[in-house]
């Protein structure tokens, strides 16, 4: 019960773990994979957008969590997820960057 004046237990819990489990793992492929595609550090960023809004959010607080509980076959089904995810994010983005250049 929330008594006026005192600080509610909920306001003080740590929120700054809880996160989008394939942030991580996008971000990585991009620098691993794409990082030397583009001149324009922007263009990443627009592909962290892009490849992320395509795989729905899996919001934990440890990505140990995560991986414990997944077998190998989910993990490799994450990575290829991720991998195609980041690669249409960089071809819609190649398409607007030539596009901008022929005009």
């Given at each position: ?52 809004n395509r795989i729905a959010p899996r919001y934990i607080r440890y990505d140990i969590d ?38």
């Open positions: 019960m929330y008594i006026p004046g005192t600080i509610r237990k909920e306001a003080i819990m740590p929120m700054d773990s809880v996160h989008n489990y394939f942030e991580r793992l996008v971000f990585n492929e991009i620098k691993e994979n794409y990082a030397d595609k583009f001149e324009d550090n922007n263009a990443l960023a627009d592909m962290a957008c892009i490849a992320l995560m991986s414990f509980y997944m077998s190998v076959d989910e993990h490799m089904a994450v990575e290829k997820k991720v991998q195609k995810a980041v690669k249409k994010a960089y071809k819609k983005v190649k398409r607007f960057e030539n596009k901008q250049e022929e005009d």
